[in-house]
């Protein structure tokens, strides 16, 4: 509850400075390019953040290291700048990984295999708008699904093989919120019609719900484990910027 409060009192922040921020712009009859949107896309965002699965010993001590990896998920983003400074994006990423990638699993009668996806709505205000830097403290809420599965690590079984040892399908979804900044480097180029720019990010990145909801093929399963998150993320990637 506190988090969400943070997060709330920051948009109220937000929203008050950008209004008080959009008369300024009015009162000043500025060029038409700052009443113009700017469009971009983020491509290659690598998103860092550790998750923590220590609660869900059900699972098995193998399935609860595999997922105990970093979380990273490779993202796009879809964004547009109103009023040369009120950023608003759209994100969307995915990750994989799966057993074959690491040594001490590969010799297991069953493969492992995990996958994610999120979206995400950013927000945020470009305070620094230079020739060389774009600094832009951002908040955002994301949907995460986690999904892990199990399955024979062969590619023919018997019928009955299979049915004496079930595959396991399973999700958590979990929805997070960040508040941290992006600070992004023109890398120009003159022959396309925009600019790219290499972004470094980060922050503080927080639970919205205490526990996740848990589902598997058929069925939503009653847990009341936790999914531990370290309280930072940091991460990389470049954007487009559309003249």
Known sequence: MKKSLLLLSFLFIFI??????????????????????QFSYSFFLADVSKWDFNQFSELGEKNVKFLDYYYIPFSNELGITFFNALYTGINFGFGFRNSKELDNYTADSLFYEYNTQNIG????????????????????????????????????????????NKDLNISFHQFTGFLGADLAFRLYDKTVNGNITFNVYGGYLYKLHSKPLVYSTGNRLITSKKINIDNYLAGIGFTFLFY
């Open 16 to 37: 008050s400075v950008t209004a008080g921020g959009f008369k300024d712009i009015i009162k000043l009859n500025l060029p038409s390019k700052y009443y113009s949107p």
């Open 121 to 164: 709505l950013n927000i945020g205000y470009q305070l620094i708008k230079s020739r060389y830097i774009i600094f832009t403290p951002k908040a955002n809420i994301k949907w995460n699904r986690l999904h892990l599965q199990n399955y024979q690590n062969k590619e023919k079984v018997t019928l009955n093989d299979y049915l004496s």
